[in-house]
Nanobody
Protein backbone atom coordinates (compact mmCIF):
# COMPACT_ATOMS: atom_id res chain seq x y z
CA UNK A 1 0.00 0.00 0.00
CA UNK A 2 0.99 3.60 -0.48
CA UNK A 3 2.62 5.16 2.56
CA UNK A 4 4.26 8.48 3.30
CA UNK A 5 6.34 8.51 6.48
CA UNK A 6 7.60 11.85 7.72
CA UNK A 7 10.44 12.64 10.07
CA UNK A 8 12.79 15.45 11.04
CA UNK A 9 10.57 17.81 12.96
CA UNK A 10 11.45 19.26 16.32
CA UNK A 11 12.16 22.36 18.35
CA UNK A 12 14.57 24.90 16.92
CA UNK A 13 15.53 28.48 17.75
CA UNK A 14 14.75 31.34 15.38
CA UNK A 15 17.36 31.47 12.64
CA UNK A 16 18.02 27.76 12.88
CA UNK A 17 17.56 25.00 10.34
CA UNK A 18 15.75 21.70 10.01
CA UNK A 19 15.44 19.15 7.24
CA UNK A 20 12.18 17.26 6.97
CA UNK A 21 12.08 13.90 5.23
CA UNK A 22 9.19 12.03 3.66
CA UNK A 23 9.86 8.42 2.76
CA UNK A 24 7.43 7.11 0.15
CA UNK A 25 6.56 3.49 -0.47
CA UNK A 26 4.09 1.72 -2.73
CA UNK A 27 4.55 4.11 -5.65
CA UNK A 28 7.14 6.10 -7.54
CA UNK A 29 7.36 9.82 -8.09
CA UNK A 30 7.01 9.80 -11.88
CA UNK A 31 3.21 10.18 -11.91
CA UNK A 32 2.93 12.51 -8.91
CA UNK A 33 3.63 15.98 -7.74
CA UNK A 34 5.16 15.95 -4.28
CA UNK A 35 4.15 18.69 -1.90
CA UNK A 36 4.74 19.95 1.59
CA UNK A 37 1.83 21.54 3.43
CA UNK A 38 1.70 23.03 6.89
CA UNK A 39 -1.03 23.89 9.35
CA UNK A 40 -0.67 26.08 12.41
CA UNK A 41 -3.21 26.02 15.26
CA UNK A 42 -6.34 27.94 14.34
CA UNK A 43 -5.19 28.46 10.76
CA UNK A 44 -5.99 26.86 7.43
CA UNK A 45 -3.70 24.32 5.85
CA UNK A 46 -1.38 25.99 3.38
CA UNK A 47 0.82 24.73 0.60
CA UNK A 48 4.49 25.41 1.33
CA UNK A 49 6.43 23.85 -1.54
CA UNK A 50 5.89 21.62 -4.56
CA UNK A 51 8.05 19.63 -6.93
CA UNK A 52 7.10 17.79 -10.12
CA UNK A 53 9.03 15.13 -12.01
CA UNK A 54 8.06 16.63 -15.37
CA UNK A 55 10.67 19.29 -15.96
CA UNK A 56 11.81 19.21 -12.36
CA UNK A 57 9.68 22.25 -11.61
CA UNK A 58 9.55 23.62 -8.08
CA UNK A 59 7.28 26.20 -6.52
CA UNK A 60 7.24 27.87 -3.13
CA UNK A 61 4.82 29.88 -1.09
CA UNK A 62 5.94 33.49 -0.86
CA UNK A 63 6.65 33.45 2.91
CA UNK A 64 9.27 30.69 2.50
CA UNK A 65 10.90 31.71 -0.77
CA UNK A 66 14.65 31.91 -0.40
CA UNK A 67 14.57 30.02 2.90
CA UNK A 68 13.07 26.60 2.10
CA UNK A 69 14.14 24.12 -0.56
CA UNK A 70 12.19 21.07 -1.70
CA UNK A 71 14.10 18.21 -3.29
CA UNK A 72 13.84 14.50 -4.00
CA UNK A 73 16.18 11.56 -3.84
CA UNK A 74 14.66 9.26 -6.42
CA UNK A 75 16.88 6.32 -5.50
CA UNK A 76 15.51 6.46 -1.97
CA UNK A 77 11.99 7.51 -3.03
CA UNK A 78 12.23 10.32 -0.52
CA UNK A 79 11.27 13.97 -0.64
CA UNK A 80 12.94 16.56 1.57
CA UNK A 81 12.18 20.03 2.80
CA UNK A 82 15.28 21.92 3.85
CA UNK A 83 14.23 24.79 6.09
CA UNK A 84 16.74 27.54 6.83
CA UNK A 85 16.46 30.86 8.65
CA UNK A 86 13.43 29.59 10.51
CA UNK A 87 11.02 32.08 12.01
CA UNK A 88 8.44 31.67 14.79
CA UNK A 89 5.69 31.98 12.19
CA UNK A 90 6.98 28.79 10.57
CA UNK A 91 5.72 26.87 13.60
CA UNK A 92 3.20 24.31 12.36
CA UNK A 93 2.56 20.67 11.68
CA UNK A 94 4.14 19.87 8.32
CA UNK A 95 2.53 17.27 6.06
CA UNK A 96 3.95 15.43 3.09
CA UNK A 97 1.55 15.05 0.18
CA UNK A 98 1.60 13.08 -3.07
CA UNK A 99 -0.82 14.32 -5.73
CA UNK A 100 -1.49 12.19 -8.83
CA UNK A 101 -1.10 13.92 -12.16
CA UNK A 102 -3.88 12.09 -14.03
CA UNK A 103 -6.38 10.93 -11.43
CA UNK A 104 -8.05 12.03 -8.22
CA UNK A 105 -6.99 11.01 -4.73
CA UNK A 106 -4.10 12.43 -2.71
CA UNK A 107 -1.86 10.58 -0.29
CA UNK A 108 -0.85 12.20 2.98
CA UNK A 109 1.75 11.63 5.63
CA UNK A 110 0.99 11.69 9.34
CA UNK A 111 2.57 15.08 9.91
CA UNK A 112 5.60 16.21 11.87
CA UNK A 113 5.67 19.09 14.33
CA UNK A 114 8.04 21.99 13.75
CA UNK A 115 8.31 24.51 16.58
CA UNK A 116 10.44 27.63 16.20
CA UNK A 117 10.88 29.37 19.53
CA UNK A 118 13.53 30.89 21.75
Amino acid sequence: QVQLVESGGGLVQPGGSLRLSCAASGFTFSNYAMNWYRQAPGKERELVASITSAGGSTNYAYPVKGRFTISTDNAKNTVYLQMNSLKPEDTAVYYCNARPTYWRGDYWGQGTQVTVSS
